[in-house]
């Protein structure tokens, strides 16, 4: 089954980390730029950043930048998202995307919930 | 930043409708524009990408149409399962942007 499965949420408290993973199945990630795109409750989507598909170029959101890192290992079919100096307004559900060549965002994962809360 | 704005905010609507929502970007992002459905606690599910191409295995009574600044989306003949919120993106240049959504709920 083509999936894309995020994990790594949870409840965390100002200033601390979290890592999130996006794990593809059924299909081979590394032929894939992957982005991570966030929405908080009752907001709408936020991008926040995106790797290419073999990890030589990455770009931020402003609010991401400097906290956030993306990463991938296409041995394991994976991208990372380390989110560092976490705050309350990054509490929102994370999803991963894929992007293929000259489309948008074709496949989504089923989000991972991240909330930042003292 | 590019800012999306999407009307109406929602609309209410009979199986069988017709319904069209409209897109604008604050700026022209050619036909760097994606339509998404989403139902409650679901990942979002592609439409429509460039604006006016289907995304494979969606029906062909949802279509897509525009360029530059104003786009719109059109389902037609509307079924229980298409009542959602519907929401473009433009991947015309970074940081990507979403509008904020039309709610489509039942009349």
């Known amino acids: 089954q083509v999936q894309l499965v995020e994990s790594g949420g949870g409840v965390v408290q100002p200033g601390t980390s979290l890592r999130l993973t996006c794990e593809a199945s059924g299909f081979t990630l590394s032929s894939y730029a992957v982005h991570w795109i966030r929405q908080a409750p009752g907001k709408r989507l936020e991008w926040v950043t995106v790797?290419?598909?073999?990890?030589?170029?990455?770009k931020y959101a402003e609010s991401a930048r400097g906290r956030f890192t993306i990463s991938r290992d296409n041995s394991k079919n994976t991208v990372s998202l380390q989110m560092n100096s976490l705050r309350p307004e990054d509490t929102a559900v994370y999803y991963c995307?894929?992007?293929?060549?000259?489309?948008?965002?074709?496949?989504w994962g089923q989000g991972t919930m991240v909330i930042v809360s003292s | 930043d590019i800012q999306m704005t999407q009307s109406p905010s929602s609309l209410s609507a009979s199986v069988g409708d017709r319904v069209t929502i409209t897109c604008r970007a604050s700026?022209?992002?050619?036909?760097?524009l994606a339509w998404f459905q989403q139902k409650p606690g679901k990942a979002p599910k592609s439409l429509i990408y460039?604006?006016?191409s289907l995304q494979s295995g969606v029906p062909s009574k949802f279509r897509g149409s525009g360029s530059g600044t104003d786009f719109t989306l059109t389902i037609t003949s509307l079924q229980p399962d298409d009542f959602a919120t519907y929401f473009c993106l433009q991947y015309s240049s970074y940081p990507f942007t979403f509008g904020p959504g039309t709610k489509v709920d039942f009349k």
């Open positions: 790797i290419s598909f073999r990890g030589g170029y990455q």
């Open positions: 995307a894929r992007r293929p060549e000259g489309n948008s965002f074709d496949l």
């Open positions: 460039a604006a006016s």
């Open positions: 700026q022209a992002v050619s036909n760097y």
